[in-house]
């Protein structure tokens, strides 16, 4: 791709040379065991969106990361309250990114993922009908899917009453999907974060304070904390920060 906005590694080993898009991939990498990535992006006083939504708190070194990591994974995992409100089209490719993945023996798109227990989804989304890849809804038992969903998506169902979030996870393992990339809603951090899901976090500070009102990454009943050691620190030439936390 076209690089416009330097990003720089701050820590460790500093360097003031640009990182491209290779030295990005092997910083950031797959895992060689099941692994659940989130990305989330917040302003300096711990905002997730600007004006209702995340776009505002996400400039060029930001997308290029959020690209990257889509490279990287099986699936790409969000919940349905994110992919209505966000808008979220098919998950796409561009070639370069596409080559890659045949290049080690990856399908071309990664598949969507979408956590739902109520099923409140639309088949004529984008996300659905215009997918690469046959998406799949992670929801439980007692769920009922809208009229046209099936014929769009594979239903999973895991849990009675709720979705049961590790089973799903170990589902998706099951299917060859180990490689994940959560990205979001705030509930959904909030609930794999209780269930112990979360192996690494990787996060983009954008250098603005968006004031009182809008809420938190993470969201839901009160949890434990979760140790996640500092892996690396990138800045862009624009101000903003990339940390990258995950688990020993």
Same mark, same amino acid.
């Given at each position: 791709?076209?690089?416009?906005? &330097?990003?720089? *590694? ?18 950031? %990498? ?44 099986? @699936? $790409? ?5 994110? $992919?209505?409100?966000?808008?979220? *089209?098919?998950? #796409?490719?561009?070639?370069? *990114? ?24 639309? &088949? ?9 890849? #046959? ?6 038992? !007692?769920?009922? &899917?809208?009229? %046209?969903?099936?014929?769009?998506? !594979? ?12 089973? @799903? ?24 974060? @209780?269930? !112990? ?33 500092? #892996? ?11 940390? #990258?936390?995950?688990? !020993?």
């Amino acid at each position: 791709m076209t690089v416009g906005i &330097p990003i720089r *590694r701050l820590w460790p080993e500093p360097s003031v040379e640009p990182v491209d898009d290779a030295a990005l991939t092997a910083l950031y %990498g797959r895992a060689d065991r099941p692994r659940l990535r989130v990305n989330f992006v917040s302003s300096l006083d711990g905002a997730v969106t600007v004006d209702g939504y995340s776009a505002g708190l996400s400039g060029e070194p930001d997308k290029r990361v959020f690209g990257l990591l889509r490279m990287l994974c099986d @699936a $790409l995992v969000v919940a349905a309250g994110t $992919l209505r409100h966000e808008g979220y *089209r098919a998950v #796409r490719l561009d070639e370069g *990114r596409r080559a890659w993945r045949r290049a080690n023996g990856l399908a071309a798109y990664p598949t969507l993922v979408v956590v739902s227990g109520a099923l409140d989804l639309d &088949p004529a989304q984008a996300a659905f009908a215009d997918a690469p890849v #046959r998406p799949i809804v992670l929801t439980h038992s !007692d769920a009922e &899917p809208p009229p %046209g969903l099936t014929d769009v998506a !594979d239903l999973l169902r895991c849990g009675t009453g709720r979705v049961d979030l590790a089973a @799903a996870l170990a589902e998706l393992h099951g299917r060859g999907l180990t490689q994940l990339l959560c990205e979001g809603g705030p509930h959904l951090l909030g609930a794999l974060t @209780a269930a !112990d899901l979360v192996d690494e976090l990787c996060l983009t500070v954008a250098p603005l304070l968006a004031g009182p009102g809008p809420g938190r990454i993470t969201a839901g009943d009160a949890t434990g904390p979760t140790h996640l050691p500092l #892996r690396h620190v990138l800045a862009a030439d624009d101000g903003v920060l990339m940390l #990258r936390h995950a688990r !020993d």
